[in-house]
């Protein structure tokens, strides 16, 4: 199922001119201006000349007179419009389908990449937050067609407009939501037309005949009825690799075959330039201009094509070949210096022992169930458990951290601790039992307390300290357990762990 962001960026050229020139401040207004005939006219206006009243096609002399200590520079749209390349260029990062939407936009198709960053919404929040840190204004959303998409980011709410609902989406925007000519606007606008909805419900044969074909045919973009191709912006540089088909091809098999053969001739591209893959996009095109994409990582620098093309080979099926597929493109959006190694067998007691690729294996299980979720733990110094170890990528090199060898810690911790029930004989004594998930358990032996006071450097300074016991069960289990207060401040008891 296809799904397309539209990336709206209302003061994207004065955005720009502040992160170029770092000025003015942000509490102050700026605009752009051009000259029409022998008037200049406000191009752009930022937020904040925006909130006094200033926009687009205003007189730069009533835009003064208005806002007396106004900031002025020259529009300059074709700068503005080759930093958008460049922003698309980045956009890459999270599709291999990106294209950009001058003005003041960028189109992006997540189908078959949203997983990668958990889910729709966190890859639209990811993707606005760090345009907001970088000074960018930003506003998405994600809907099945770019047409719907676009009404949406600009002129609705933002956000995820669910799969099969784009009608009722843009059903209740202005007619500006569909990209229409001014002279066509104008016409709809005296016939009282406002809304996308009230044009929808007009007969087709006469709305066509009266307002062109252009009309209907943004109506049925917007309302996801027609097809809206993108031409993804694939940088110059890219080492890519294409195969297009005289007879349309479908079948799976045939699929496998090809992209080994691009990732064949895609690693010799590499070869020669000493590099290697670290992300490699597949984009399909279908003989009816729809697409698909899908995208993989590798844990460190690869180009061997055979390893390569089978991290796509679960994944291919998904790909829906309709009537037929006509090209397909292989990318490496993410490369990195990679130089030929010679592989030595060491002899240690009489046996050959080679060091293994865990690379490998790495990328074919991120390719199966996630890059995310492959990854292993590192220590870190602190002793508060839920912060002894932190995640960081399966390959990455050592540390140097080190857990104390002489602090025993079970081998399995809950997150979050579970509440227990605890008798004990006396105050601040070891509990005689307790009762875990409607279970009673008679402690047979104990060893605590091991206090463990909060770390006021880390933001614990409203928390208590923890009183945690070892225990081991008649049953033979072995757990551990602390008490957040002490027993006359009416602590309670938790379950946090178990030991081999």
Not at 56 to 77: D, E, F, I, K, Y
Not at 108 to 133: C, K, N, P, Y
Not at 338 to 357: F, I, K
Request: proline share 8%.
């Amino acid at each position: 199922m296809r799904r397309v962001v539209s990336l709206y960026l209302p003061t994207w050229p004065t955005d720009r001119i502040r992160r170029r020139t770092g000025e003015p401040p942000r509490d102050e207004s700026l605009v752009t201006v051009h000259a029409v005939g022998s008037r200049r006219l406000v191009r752009a206006a930022c937020m904040a000349a925006q909130a006094l009243g200033l926009h687009t096609g205003m007189a730069l002399a009533q835009a003064q007179a208005l806002v007396p200590n106004l900031h002025v520079t020259n529009a300059t749209p074709e700068e503005d419009e080759a930093s958008l390349r460049e922003l698309a260029r980045w956009a890459i990062g999270y599709s291999p389908v990106v294209a950009p939407d001058p003005p003041d936009g960028l189109w992006i198709d997540i189908a078959g990449v949203a997983h990668l960053f958990g889910s729709e919404e966190a890859l639209l929040q990811d993707l606005t937050d760090r345009l907001t840190r970088q000074g960018i204004a930003a506003k998405a959303a994600v809907a099945d067609a770019p047409g719907a998409a676009w009404a949406v980011a600009r002129f609705g709410p933002g956000g995820i407009v669910p799969t099969g609902r784009m009608v009722d989406a843009v059903a209740t925007l202005p007619l500006a939501s569909l990209r229409l000519a001014a002279d066509k606007l104008g016409a709809l606008h005296r016939l009282g037309i406002e809304r996308v909805g009230q044009l929808a419900a007009m007969p087709r044969a006469p709305l066509v005949r009266r307002f062109g074909r252009d009309v209907a045919l943004r109506l049925d973009q917007a309302m996801g009825h027609v097809f809206e191709p993108i031409s993804p912006l694939i940088p110059q540089e890219t080492p890519m690799a294409t195969r297009v088909f005289a007879e349309p091809i479908g079948r799976l098999e045939d699929l496998k075959r090809v992209v080994l053969h691009l990732a064949q001739d895609l690693c010799r591209q590499l070869e020669r330039r000493s590099e290697g893959v670290r992300r490699l996009d597949l984009v399909v095109q279908r003989v009816d201009q729809r697409g698909a994409s899908l995208r993989i990582g590798t844990a460190r620098a690869n180009r061997d094509a055979a390893h390569l093309a089978r991290l796509f080979d679960e994944r291919l099926q998904t790909i829906d070949p309709g009537f037929g597929i006509e090209e397909i493109v292989l990318i490496a959006s993410r490369v990195e210096p990679l130089t030929e190694t010679q592989t030595e067998a060491r002899v240690l007691a009489g046996e050959s022992e080679v060091e293994a690729d865990m690379g490998r294996l790495v990328d074919r299980l991120g390719a199966r169930v996630g890059a995310g979720q492959v990854y292993r733990l590192a220590p870190v110094p602190s002793l508060v458990p839920e912060r002894m170890a932190r995640r960081i990528p399966a390959l990455a090199p050592p540390t140097g951290s080190v857990w104390p060898e002489n602090l025993p810690r079970p081998t399995r911790l809950l997150d979050p601790p579970e509440p227990v029930v605890a008798t004990a004989l006396l105050p601040d004594h070891p509990p005689r039992f307790f009762v875990w998930r409607k279970i009673r358990h008679m402690v047979a032996r104990a060893d605590g307390p091991e206090r463990i006071t909060p770390e006021w450097w880390n933001g614990d300074s409203g928390s208590t300290p923890r009183d945690y016991y070892r225990l081991e069960t008649e049953q033979g289990g072995r757990f551990w357990i602390f008490r957040d207060a002490p027993a006359d401040q009416g602590g309670r008891w938790w379950m946090h762990g178990f030991f081999a």
